[in-house]
Antibody, heavy 119, light 107 residues
Framework: VQLVESGGVVVQPGGSLRLSCAASGFIFDDYSMHWVRQAPGKGLEWVSV????????YYADSVKGRFTISRDNSKNSLYLQMNSLKTEDTALYFC?????????????WGQGTLVTVSS | EIVLTQSPVTLSLSPGERATLSCRAS??????LGWYQRKPGQAPRLLIY???NRATGIPARFSGSGSGTDFTLTISSLEPEDFAVYYCQQRYDWPWTFGQGTKVEVK
C-alpha cells in the first residue's frame, strides 16, 4: 500500500488550494478514504472522509463549508479542495486509508504534504 | 463533539518498563476507540482498533482495554522503538476526534 500526497504550498489567507493523494497497492474503490492534519506542534486532527463510492462525506466542524473531499476511482486518486483558507489551516495534511468501505480506522497513511497559510 | 483527554501528557520511562496510557472520553464511545503511534518523520501507525484488537503486524506487547469512557493502552515492556507519541481516536460519532497525545520518552 502506498499513499502519496501532493499539492501543499504557501498560500495567502482567503486563498484556495487542491491537495491530491495518489494511491497504489490496493483496490482503491473498495475502501473509504480520509484526510487528517497536524498543525505545527499540535496533535492529529481528523478533517474529512469519503466512502468508496463517493456517495457520503463527512467533515470536521472547523472545515465544513470551506473544504470539499472527492475521489476519482478511475485514477486511484483522492482530493481535498480547500477554499477560504485561514492561518489556522496551516498543517501537514495526511491522506489515510480506512480499513473498510465504511468508517472504521486508518490503517495506512501517506507521509503528508505541508500547507502553509500566511501573508 | 466528543472530547478525548489523554493522560499523562508525558511519560518518562526506561526500556523494559511497563507503560500505561489513559484516554478518557467526554461521553460514552462504546468500544469504538483506536490507538495510533506517531514517530517524528513517519506516518502514524494504527496499533489497536475497537478498544482491544491489535492491528495487523502489531507486537503482542501492545494491548488495549476499556469501554464506555475510560480506555487504556498498555505496552508491557518498552522496546527502544516504542518511544513515540500515542494518540487515541473515537469513531463513535461525527466528527471523529483524536486525543491530544501522550509522549513516551526515555527516562
Amino acid at each position: 500500500v502506498q499513499l502519496v500526497e501532493s499539492g501543499g504550498v504557501v498560500v495567502q489567507p482567503g486563498g484556495s488550494l487542491r491537495l491530491s493523494c495518489a494511491a497504489s497497492g490496493f483496490i482503491f474503490d473498495d475502501y473509504s478514504m480520509h484526510w487528517v492534519r497536524q498543525a505545527p506542534g499540535k496533535g492529529l486532527e481528523w478533517v474529512s472522509v469519503i466512502t468508496w463510492d463517493g456517495d457520503s462525506t463527512y467533515y470536521a466542524d472547523s472545515v465544513k463549508g470551506r473544504f470539499t473531499i472527492s475521489r476519482d476511482n478511475s485514477k486511484n486518486s483522492l482530493y481535498l479542495q480547500m477554499n477560504s483558507l485561514k492561518t489556522e489551516d496551516t498543517a501537514l495534511y495526511f491522506c489515510a486509508k480506512d480499513i473498510s468501505a465504511g468508517y472504521r480506522y486508518l490503517d495506512h497513511w501517506g507521509q503528508g504534504t505541508l500547507v502553509t497559510v500566511s501573508s | 463533539e466528543i472530547v478525548l483527554t489523554q493522560s499523562p501528557v508525558t511519560l518518562s520511562l526506561s526500556p523494559g518498563e511497563r507503560a500505561t496510557l489513559s484516554c478518557r472520553a467526554s461521553q460514552s464511545v462504546g468500544s469504538y476507540l483506536g490507538w495510533y503511534q506517531r514517530k517524528p518523520g513517519q506516518a502514524p501507525r494504527l496499533l489497536i482498533y475497537d478498544a482491544s484488537n491489535r492491528a495487523t503486524g502489531i507486537p503482542a506487547r501492545f494491548s488495549g482495554s476499556g469501554s464506555g469512557t475510560d480506555f487504556t493502552l498498555t505496552i508491557s515492556s518498552l522496546e527502544p522503538e516504542d518511544f513515540a507519541v500515542y494518540y487515541c481516536q473515537q469513531r463513535y460519532d461525527w466528527p471523529w476526534t483524536f486525543g491530544q497525545g501522550t509522549k513516551v520518552e526515555v527516562k
